[in-house]
């Protein structure tokens, strides 16, 4: 590879990896902004810079998703001040909230004066927030289990580690328990709940509620399987106890 070569690969890679972690290229930060109506006026190209760095990591966007970019995929097209994409606004709206919130609301709710949120304390990562639960079960409803269970899989694998979800057994045991509150998603709550034993075979709750839904479709054999199954990886799990009592008795 050519000198020249190696740089301009080098700075593609070094423009990606900016795009990735949402950081300012310097073009911008030189500019002087002219269209701030919630930051200060008078805020550092350092410190705009800063800021927006922060709103792009805790959504986990890029800078284009809040700004308009003239020729798709060209970086360099993005009109910084353009307010044409509503997510801008729906930006600054939040961060009137925000700093509503922590000036006076939170820190007298909390009883301490520096309590505060920022946009990752809600945010962790996505643009809408939302729960690991919440998304399966919406996700059951409308499409059915198969569905929610390649989401599980593919949320897993992008956000695992990240903090954006919580992937401990909790998670697909809310979501399989509140699935077999209805009869006409009973079916769907137990291929949740496999899935819990399967991504978390260590798990004695992960058989418990296999048994509980196993319970709940009347198959008093499989169900008393799954008790003994959770008891062998937790003789002490209280509840798989209980379950195995009523199911004994
Ligand atoms: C979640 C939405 C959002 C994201 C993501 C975002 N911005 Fe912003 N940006 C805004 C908002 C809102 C303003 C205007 C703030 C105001 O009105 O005070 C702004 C203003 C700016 C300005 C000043 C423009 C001007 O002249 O008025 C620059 C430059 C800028 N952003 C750069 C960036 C860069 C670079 C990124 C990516 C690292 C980024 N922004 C990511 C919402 C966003
Ligand atoms: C108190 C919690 C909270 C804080 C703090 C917060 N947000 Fe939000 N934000 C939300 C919720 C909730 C939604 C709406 C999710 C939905 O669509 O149901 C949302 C939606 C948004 C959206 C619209 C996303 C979309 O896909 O339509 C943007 C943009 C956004 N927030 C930016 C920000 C920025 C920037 C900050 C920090 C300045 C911030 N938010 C701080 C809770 C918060």
Known sequence: MTIRSTAR????????????????????????????????????????????????????????FCHEMKTPGDFRSIDWPSDKI????????????MTGLNATTLPKAAGEPDAAVSCVTCHR???SPTTLDRVLV????EKGADAAVGKYKELRERYYGSGTFDFTPRSLQSVALTLADDKATLDAALVIAKLNVEQNPTAASAQVVVAQVLELKQDKVGALAAVEAALKLDPKDRHAQRLKQQLTQ
């Open 138 to 141: 919406d996700l059951t409803r």
């Open 9 to 64: 690969v080098a700075a593609a890679a070094a423009l990606a990896l900016s795009l990735a972690a949402g950081v300012m290229p310097a073009r911008a930060a030189d500019e002087r902004a002219v269209n701030l109506k919630v930051l200060p006026k008078d805020i550092s190209g350092n410190d705009l810079h800063e800021v927006m760095n922060g709103w792009s990591q805790a959504l986990g966007v890029r800078c284009d």
């Open 86 to 97: 509503g997510h801008k606004e729906v930006a600054r709206r939040m961060y009137t909230m």
């Open 125 to 127: 990562g996505l643009p």
